[in-house]
């Protein structure tokens, strides 16, 4: 299974921005999937997580009501919407996928990684 992230840029706070995660080599209706960020010096985030079938989606509390996660699974894509952007969300992002049934929140809980796609926000 691989997953290919994009969309990143550099944008001004309060800026919109898409993500995308293309997964191939596997049935991506079939697996739950994360986005996790990671700033520099500090630990890989999870940022919130969609689960296969029903839709139904988690998010940390520090994205909540801006980022919103769907998936396309005629496309195999999965999307991260970013709005109302602060320069605290600069990191470099990544998708994750899992097989699981539910939405894992550490980085464990995932078995596939994407390579990441910066995201920088400027004040």
């Known amino acids: 299974v691989q997953l290919q992230a994009s969309g990143g840029g550099l944008m001004q706070a309060g800026g919109s921005l898409t993500l995308s995660c293309v997964v191939s080599?596997?049935?991506?209706?079939?697996?739950?999937m994360g986005w996790f960020r990671q700033a520099p010096g500090k630990e890989r985030d999870f940022v919130g997580g969609?689960?296969?079938?029903?839709?139904?989606?988690r998010y940390a509390d520090s994205v909540e009501g801006r980022f919103t996660i769907s998936r396309d699974d005629t496309k195999n894509t999965l999307y991260l919407q970013m709005i109302g952007l602060k320069p605290e969300d600069t990191a470099l992002y990544h998708c994750a996928a899992t097989g699981g049934p539910i939405i894992p929140t550490s980085l464990n809980g995932y078995t596939y990684w994407g390579q990441g796609t910066q995201v920088t926000v400027s004040s």
């Open positions: 969609i689960r296969w079938g029903s839709g139904r989606t």
């Open positions: 080599g596997h049935t991506f209706s079939s697996y739950t």
